[in-house]
Structures are given as C-alpha cells and as structure tokens.
C-alpha cells in the first residue's frame, strides 16, 4: 500500500499531529507519461550542472551552463537522470517543470519550496516581508543562487537596496553578509 501524509487540523488546546495513513485510492495521483514525451527542465543554479543517464558514462549526459539555461529531456533519459542524480532535483538544483513528472517522482514535497526563475531573478522587488519569507522557507541552494546573481548585480554596480540584501543574508539557512561576499569577490 502506498503511503501519504495527513495533517490534523490544529486546534487552541493541541499542536498538530502529522501521521501517515494508507491511500488504496493513490492511483489518481499517477498519470501515465509517454517514455519519449520531451520534458522541459531549467537550472536554477548560478554555476553550470552536468547531468547523466548512469554512472559508467555509456549513457546521455545534459549539460546546463548558467541560471535559467532549459533543456527538453525526454520522459525516459529524465526519468534516469533523476536515479543518478536525484539530490539535484529535490534540493532545487534543477526544476522539473512538468507537474505530472514532479507528482509520479514523488517530488511534491521538495517543490513546495522551490522559486521559480523569475521570482528568484526579480527577488529583490518584493516587500522585505516577502523576501524574507520567500528566502527563509527555500531551500539552501536556491539560496545560495540568490546570493550569488546578488553578488554580481553589486559587482556590475547595478542598483540594490541594500536593507533587502541584508534581509536576504540574513533569512538564509546558514546567514551571509552578501555585501562583505562582493567585496571579497571583487577583490579576486
């Protein structure tokens, strides 16, 4: 039997319970993909990502240069590529941009904190209240993104606010002075 996770309602007087219970009914969540059907995956990684279709180096390898860079992959290489190298997919290295592939995968938990390109790229044009908890809620590669195109605009002397940068350092899983790290890569 397959497994999901339920949560109770919390109430004034509990804090709320998550337990496992059995779905018989999970087969709704899985939809048949065609083996061949290309998928669409972006990297929201600043540096450049490799990726293969097994470990001896017979199989296809995916190369993303830079943030943004897509890449169709067919549903069968893609579905390969996550065994070999599923840490880059959960922790948002990758993004998978195929809902049904994320849900057959059992992705849906680790996409719930991803940011997509554009809120990652424009991040610094919401409300600090945003920012912080867009940050503090992603994950700390996507974090680690964030700071480095961060990096680069201060190093391009692009216009940032740097009350929203320090937010940005600071709501980060393991805390940065993003301005102190463009200083230092300047120097470089």
């Known amino acids: ?15 709320t319970d ?3 219970k059995p779905d018989i009914n999970d087969t709704e969540t899985y939809k ?20 293969k279709t097994n470990a001896n180096g017979s199989g296809k390898s995916f190369r993303f240069d830079k943030f943004g860079h897509s890449i169709s992959i067919t549903y069968s290489d893609l579905q390969d590529v996550i065994a070999m190298s599923r840490s880059f997919i959960e922790d ?3 993004y998978i941009c195929d809902a049904d592939v994320v849900k057959n995968n059992y992705l849906d938990e680790y996409y ?10 424009n991040i610094l044009s919401f409300s600090t209240p945003d920012i912080i908890d867009m940050v503090s809620n992603t994950t700390e590669a996507i974090q680690e ?3 480095s195109l961060i990096v680069k605009k201060i190093n391009n002397n692009e216009y940032v606010d740097m009350n929203k940068v ?8 393991n ?14």
Not at 175 to 188: E, F, G, S, V, Y
């Open 1 to 15: 039997t397959v497994l999901k996770k339920l949560s109770v309602m919390e109430s004034k007087d509990n804090i």
């Open 18 to 20: 998550t337990f496992i």
């Open 32 to 51: 048949e993909i065609n083996p061949l059907k290309p998928i669409k995956v972006v990297s929201l990684s600043d540096g450049g990502v490799s990726l």
């Open 92 to 94: 948002g290295t990758l």
């Open 112 to 121: 719930n904190k991803f940011l997509t390109v554009d809120k990652i790229t």
């Open 145 to 147: 993104t964030i700071i």
């Open 166 to 173: 320090d937010a940005i350092g600071k709501s980060c899983k």
């Open 175 to 188: 805390p940065c002075d993003i301005n102190a790290l463009a200083l230092q890569k300047r120097i470089k």
